[in-house]
């Protein structure tokens, strides 16, 4: 069975930092590539980063040099550390799979429930 669970949310100021992580199942860890996504308020849910299963990263350019995603394979581990957030930047943050690092396309519809962040002074 799939398996997400991402930890980590919190408040936060703008410009302040917060590193995410989520545990997923072995078997998907071993398999596919992972990703951070958001879904801000009455908005879609978009790629904020992702990392193949050898370390190759792809970050959403409104993100890029702010955030860094990392795994521990070992742990089925994704990390996700983010600074210099900026109050638009609200949102619960996700973790899936992914099949192919470019494109970053979600591969299972079942999501975990997420981790708050909340960018606000």
């Known amino acids: 069975q799939v398996q997400f669970v991402e930890s980590g949310g919190g408040l936060v100021q703008p410009g302040g930092s917060l590193r995410l992580s989520c545990a997923a199942s072995g078997s998907i860890f071993s398999i596919y590539a992972m990703g951070w996504y958001r879904q801000a308020p009455g908005k879609q849910r978009e790629l904020v980063a992702g990392?193949?299963?050898?370390?190759?990263?792809n970050y959403a350019d409104s993100v890029k040099g702010r955030f860094t995603i990392s795994r521990d394979n070992a742990k089925n581990t994704v990390y996700l550390q983010m600074n210099s957030l900026k109050t638009e930047k609200t949102a619960v943050y996700y973790c899936?799979?992914?099949?192919?690092?470019?494109?970053?396309?979600?591969?299972?519809?079942?999501w975990g429930q997420g981790t708050q962040v909340t960018v606000s002074s």
């Open positions: 990392i193949s299963r050898s370390g190759t990263t």
């Open positions: 899936n799979a992914a099949s192919s690092i470019v494109t970053m396309s979600p591969r299972f519809g079942s």
